[in-house]
């Protein structure tokens, strides 16, 4: 650098009110995006509650839908909504948390571990209606599960697993090494230190992560848009091959409805799926609490 | 666990016949488990490569009869009556102006949020304001669809501006914006928080004030992390099916008016897929056309975003 222009150097004011209240004001734009965020998110909690509150009864949710808005009820939704949500935790559980012992703890770091994690981390990019798409040719067509809660499920749990594997990833990731090498140099097995040692010590970080990945699955409706034509369904599913429906889906045909009766009940409807997801939730969130009481390193 | 035998407590290298018959049981076991484990990889694996071939083959098949040229070049999208029309152009723009609108939204509000978070806030503000962040990006998408139908537009967009139609761009985008809000904000907030203090410390040391170091230092230092929030939430706002579905509506226009009525990609598929549409037909295939083109767009600002990701680790870490 040359020699500061001294011209520059006297021209030079602190301003020092000018910049405070710039400060300050930036400081109010601050409130109010976060008053914005929060406000909006009490205000569609609030909305759906009004709306939905005074149809939820128990007739609601022991009733089937039906051409009468008064009449309908969430049974088979919600059922469905279980069920899904029980292949889900049968079928991605398992593999993702292999996927991520695979991962963590044997894959040699190199070019085909860069690319599987790189592929994880794009196919948790991917649009979940594409996921529809992948289950209507394989699990619709190609294995001939038609429109089957079976079929739904499946496809369903291929759309969580990166979910659960990033999550499973970190929490064996945040697992000391050094609990890891007191074990192999006592003669275990590698199988033998995850499954005795690194498995236990991570498993409240990977039951967390996983209940977070299952309440997105049973808030995801697109793929199954593809998978469940059936649009009215007053039965409950009698096996794994029978055909189905979720809440988000029932929500959905609702809410497309134009008369307000219809609008009416999906907001019940809505009450009902985040009732769920809130039990959910706080599960993960008291499994959370209690893994950070109980970490000893 | 179990306890080392007499023989390699010794340290001798012959052990007796039930040892080494468990030795070896343990190496079987060890590499089955292996095996079982590589297969659980493989398919997450095969997951990219079946919705790579899906999308491929059956979008091969769609432009067996419709030239390419009509469908990325056509201003009319009408596959489904007659006179059809397969341009594809009307539903991407559809995409574009709800995902528009909603970047518009998430960019500014998240971008100050996550300043807020990571330079001003006190931990207890912290820990209230980040669980409404947590919660808002738990609400499921056709929630979000419910709330601009039936509020955002007969209660804000209508008395505003009379005249919107019941189905409309606007409250599509911003529902959709509040929905990829908290991912702007966590995500910037961490790229934020990642610029090292030391920054932060000379800058004051200089005379800068407080606002000065937050935007003049500590955001361009963690500008690459900011860019790839508002990118990723660009993709997520381009591939958000059911909100988009409900409240942006299911005509295929090419306009950037966002009081009118649109159709989205993933809006047009969710409408062909609950119609009665026969699976083999070429009208059918239009959705894995419409699949790949939005697969495409989204991997592209995926990568993109990883990118700038990879950017601003390599600076500070």
Known sequence: ?297 | MAAPTKAVARGTRRTSGPARARQRRRRATERLIAGVLITATAVSVLTTIGIVLVLIFETVEFFRHISPWEFFTGTEWAPLISPRQYGVLPLISGTLLVAAIAIAIAMPLGLVIAIYLAEYARPRTRSIVKPFLEILAGVPTVVFGFFALTFVTPNLIQPLIPGTNVFNALSAGIVVGLMVLPMVATISEDALAAVPRALREAAHGLGATKLEVSLRVVVPAALSGIIASFILAMSRAVGETMAVAIAAGSTPVLTLDPTRSVQTMTGYIAQVSLGDTPQNSIEFKTIFAVGMTLFVMTLVLNIVSQMFVRRYRNVYQ
């Open chain 1, 1 to 297: 650098m040359t020699v500061a222009p001294l011209a520059v150097a006297a021209r030079w004011r602190p301003r020092l009110a000018t910049r405070s209240r710039s400060g300050r004001a930036f400081l109010l734009l601050c409130y109010a995006a976060t008053a914005i965020g929060i406000l909006s998110l009490v205000v569609l909690l609030a909305d759906t509650a009004i709306k939905g509150a005074p149809q939820l009864s128990w007739e609601f949710l022991t009733s089937y839908p039906s051409r009468f808005a008064a009449r309908s009820g969430v049974l088979a939704a919600a059922v469905g909504t279980l069920y899904l949500a029980l292949i889900v935790i049968v079928v991605s559980f398992p593999l993702g948390i292999a996927t991520a012992i695979y991962l963590e703890e044997y894959a040699k770091p190199g070019l085909l571990n860069r690319i599987v994690q790189t592929n994880i981390g794009n196919l948790a990019g991917v649009p979940s209606i594409i996921y529809g798409m992948l289950g209507l040719a394989v699990f619709v067509r190609a294995l001939s599960l038609q429109r089957s809660l079976l079929a739904g499920g499946l496809t369903i749990a291929v759309l969580v697993l990166p979910i659960v594997i990033i999550n499973a990833q970190e929490a064996i990731r945040a697992v000391p090494s050094s609990l890891r090498h007191a074990s192999l140099a006592l003669g275990a097995t590698r199988w033998e230190t995850v499954w005795h040692h690194v498995l236990p010590a991570a498993l409240p970080g990977v039951l967390t992560g996983t209940i977070l990945a299952l309440s997105r699955a049973i808030g995801e409706a697109a793929p199954i848009i593809l998978i469940s034509s059936i649009a009215f369904i007053a039965f409950l599913p009698d096996g794994l091959l029978d055909s189905f429906t979720i809440l988000p889906i029932q929500i959905f045909i609702w809410v497309s409805k134009p008369q307000e009766a219809f609008h009416a009940i999906a907001a019940s409807a809505i009450l009902v799926l985040l009732a769920l997801l809130l039990t959910l939730n706080a599960i993960a969130i008291f499994v959370r609490d209690r893994s950070r009481r109980s970490a000893q390193w």
